[in-house]
């Protein structure tokens, strides 16, 4: 009988410490980032200039994104991990050969899923992923 009672022990001690379970431990994309990465289809393609490219993820639903000089917004829904973006309503300035903003805009309109930790936040689409880091 005491094997039982601390079996049950340990459960209730489990299940009362998972983290997964709290609300405000649930990931976020909320915040703002700056580009370091874009990645399609396994090959890396570093971000030049990386103050270029940016996301502002609010709390109401809203993204604002700076797309090399133009600039970008659209509404999203986060569940858990999973990621939707809206099309992205952009200017349509000419920012130069080398740059990425059609690449980087598919990548947003094109979002899946997301992770984040403290340091960085990732955000994935079918051909690669996008990689944040916190905005100063």
Do not use: K
Not at 45 to 74: H, I, K, Q, W
Not at 106 to 120: K, Q
């Amino acid at each position: 009988m005491r094997n039982v009672t601390l079996v049950i022990a340990a459960l209730i001690l489990v299940s009362c410490s998972d983290p997964a379970t709290a609300p405000g431990d649930l990931p976020s994309v909320t915040g703002s980032w700056v580009l370091q990465s874009l990645q399609i289809e396994g090959g890396p393609a570093m971000v030049a200039e990386p103050g270029a490219y940016t996301a502002d993820f609010t709390t109401d639903g809203l993204v604002s994104a700076r797309a090399d000089c133009n600039r970008c917004s659209a509404s999203y829904a986060a569940a858990g991990t999973s990621l939707e973006i809206g099309a992205l309503a952009c200017t349509r300035a000419y920012c130069g050969n080398d740059s990425l903003f059609d690449e980087y805009v598919a990548a947003l309109d094109a979002a899946t899923s997301f992770e984040r930790s403290s340091s960085s936040l990732v955000i994935r689409y079918a051909r690669g992923n996008l990689r944040f880091v916190p905005e100063d």
